[in-house]
């Protein structure tokens, strides 16, 4: 079946540095791929969506590109924040029989040092 | 601003009771689901559902069920409560389509003692 793979954390940055966080998936179908970011005591929420292959996404200077070659779908950002520290979870929406069905991976908790 | 209301916000169950989470969404959303969060396992899905009377195991749905009596309500239930339970629960919805986020409630956190 369907499934996420990614960057197993904590991961632990100085503010300034940049940040990847790697992400592989496996779909037999054409998915949307999601960024989710969830913060302390908060549901998970969108960060970006990409729903075509060789397409990027990007918000609040995060950003990924789909890559459907490679099945991977990584996040990047040029300088971290400390305001940035929270989970990130790379997401795989796609179509299963009669609902649309959301895949998450195991999340990735990031720690931003100031 | 999509709304998903869970309640209660936090419960405390004595094994072999019933537990029962309750989720509201006003968004006229199709899918609902539900999740648990656990350290080192992320989200998994246990049960969803594209509609009013309908529900739908997920990858994780033994010792669960759940139950959509309408558009906007969606409820997980736990006929008998064990430990291996305690955990974050999180009831989502979506709208139809493959292109579509999910909005997520803020969790019920439940300890089954």
């Known amino acids: 079946g369907d499934s996420v793979t990614q960057t197993k954390g904590p991961v632990t940055l100085s503010e300034g540095t940049s940040l990847t966080v790697n992400c592989s998936y496996e779909t037999k179908q054409y998915p949307t791929l999601f960024w989710y970011v969830q913060y302390p005591g908060e549901g998970p929420q969108l960060l970006f969506k990409?729903?075509?292959?060789?397409e990027k996404g990007s918000n609040r200077g995060f950003e990924a590109t789909y890559d459907k070659g490679t099945t991977s779908f990584h996040l990047q950002k040029a300088s971290v924040q400390e305001s940035d520290s929270a989970v990130y979870y790379c997401?795989?929406?796609?179509?299963?029989?009669?609902?649309?069905?959301?895949?998450f991976g195991k999340g990735t908790h990031l720690h931003v040092l100031p | 601003e999509a709304a998903v209301t869970q309640s209660p916000r936090n419960k405390v169950a004595v094994t072999g009771g019933k537990v029962t989470l309750s989720c509201n969404q006003t968004?006229?959303?199709?899918?609902m689901y539900w999740y648990r969060q656990d350290t080192g396992h992320g989200l998994r899905l246990i049960h969803y559902?594209?509609?009013?009377?309908?529900?739908e195991k997920g990858d994780i749905p033994d010792g669960y069920k759940a139950s959509r009596p309408s558009q906007e309500n969606f409820s997980l239930i736990l006929e008998l409560a064990t430990p291996s339970q305690t955990s974050v629960y999180f009831c989502?919805?979506?709208?139809?389509?493959?292109?579509?986020?999910?909005?997520f409630g803020k969790g019920t956190r439940l300890t089954v003692v």
């Open positions: 990409v729903p075509k292959a060789n």
């Open positions: 968004n006229n959303h199709n899918n």
């Open positions: 997401v795989l929406g796609d179509r299963d029989t009669n609902a649309y069905k959301v895949i």
């Open positions: 989502a919805s979506g709208a139809s389509g493959r292109n579509t986020e999910v909005f």
């Open positions: 559902s594209y509609g009013a009377g309908s529900t």
